[in-house]
T-cell receptor, first 112, second 118 residues
Framework: KQEVTQIPAALSVPEGENLVLNCSFT??????LQWFRQDPGKGLTSLLL?????REQTSGRLNASLDKSSGRSTLYIAASQPGDSATYLC???????????FGKGMKLTVNP | GAVVSQHPSWVICKSGTSVKIECRSL??????MFWYRQFPKQSLMLMAT?????????EQGVEKDKFLINHASLTLSTLTVTSAHPEDSSFYIC??????????????FGPGTRLTVL
């Protein structure tokens, strides 16, 4: 059974820092991996999707990498801003299924 | 990205009543939609997979007679919580699966529906 872990559960940093968010998964036979952002009481916003054949994806200040063999992904946020404060969720889909298995998320607070 | 809407965004109902939540893909066709629930400070848990024109597939532990899912068209899926009880109070989120264009096999999520059962 696939399990997705995000550590730490929460992080508080001053504005301007470069951040690395970690995600690990137990079964390396994934189809893709997605990073999402969730603001309080809101739905999910897709940030980046990495197919299993890819190593990384970039969008603006965000960069996500995938090491499928070791079961790890990192989300890199450059020059963090208070507006980046949210919960970040990592999710993987298995080969042959579109179902997503989510981690518990990491609550990020960027202080001005 | 593709857009998914949900209606209503929040609902309060009395115990024993039924509540219907709509999930619409606005600018793409979603042959598959997913329904999740999220308890406070918890992650999303998949409840069921909804395929257009066929019966939904429920995850283990989810009562199909309590959570009725209908996926009548390529852009609309509905979740009906029947005979709701306070323990059904939660945040319900749907997603649509896009198999087209640059969004192959990517799920797009709705804004969620907050259900409170008194």
């Amino acid at each position: 059974k696939q399990e997705v872990t995000q550590i730490p559960a929460a992080l508080s940093v001053p504005e301007g820092e470069n951040l690395v968010l970690n995600c690990s998964f137990t079964d390396s036979a994934i189809y893709n991996l997605q990073w999402f952002r969730q603001d309080p009481g809101k739905g999910l916003t897709s940030l980046l999707l990495i197919q299993s054949s890819q190593r990384e994806q970039t969008s603006g200040r965000l960069n996500a990498s995938l090491d499928k063999s070791s079961g790890r992904s990192t989300l890199y946020i450059a020059a963090s801003q208070p507006g980046d404060s949210a919960t970040y969720l990592c999710a993987v889909s298995q080969g042959g299924s579109e179902k997503l298995v989510f981690g518990k998320g990491m609550k990020l607070t960027v202080n001005p | 990205g593709a857009v998914v809407s949900q209606h209503p965004s929040w609902v309060i109902c009395k115990s024993g009543t039924s509540v219907k939540i709509e999930c619409r893909s606005l600018d793409f066709q979603a042959t598959t939609m997913f329904w999740y629930r999220q308890f406070p400070k918890q992650s999303l848990m998949l409840m069921a997979t909804s395929n257009e024109g066929s019966k939904a597939t429920y995850e283990q532990g989810v009562e199909k007679d309590k959570f009725l899912i209908n996926h009548a068209s390529l852009t609309l899926s509905t979740l009906t919580v029947t005979s709701a009880h306070p323990e059904d109070s939660s945040f319900y989120i749907c997603s649509g699966l896009s198999l087209a264009g640059g969004f192959y096999n990517e799920q797009f999520f709705g804004p969620g529906t907050r259900l409170t059962v008194l």
